[in-house]
């Protein structure tokens, strides 16, 4: 099942006309919505962090998103930062990309999912999948070996479409 999938039209294909200011408002909408279902506290600063989060569809470290605070006039220190996204990641607000060390925000955060992340190395744009069709195998295949499987995620990194037509120079390197 797809959850998201930045950046692209209905038919799978880059969307040019995307219009991202959308994406940004209908995450902290939907982030305000749950927030008050399950009795969280959003707070100002947990709200501007899950914007920047937003602000586009590569993933963002750390300490870019302090950057990006210190700029707007925040004082936060990494700790503050660290926390915001903790509590972020706990109301499934956000997903943490492991192999990036960075975040991105998530497209369905009113119900608790497990996801598979398509990483394009060269513009790093985020595809969100749903694993439900390959839970199964994974619980199968980790129940052979005694391992009590708690939590599924997967990504993988390769090139996007529109990146092997040749439309986007290579990300740099971090």
Known sequence: ML??????????????????????????????AVCRDRGLRLTPLRRVVLELVWQGHEPVGAYDLLDALTKQGHSPSPPTVYRALDFLIQAGLVHRLDSLNAYVGCNAPAHKHESAFLICRSCRNVHELGVDKIRGQIESLADEVGFAAEEHVLEVQGVCAKCQQGNLQPAASN
Do not use: F, K, P
Not at 17 to 30: F, G, M, S
């Open 3 to 32: 959850i998201a999938s930045y950046l692209r039209g209905a038919d799978g294909m880059a969307d040019d006309t995307h219009d991202h200011q959308v994406c940004v408002e209908n995450a902290l909408e939907q982030a305000e």
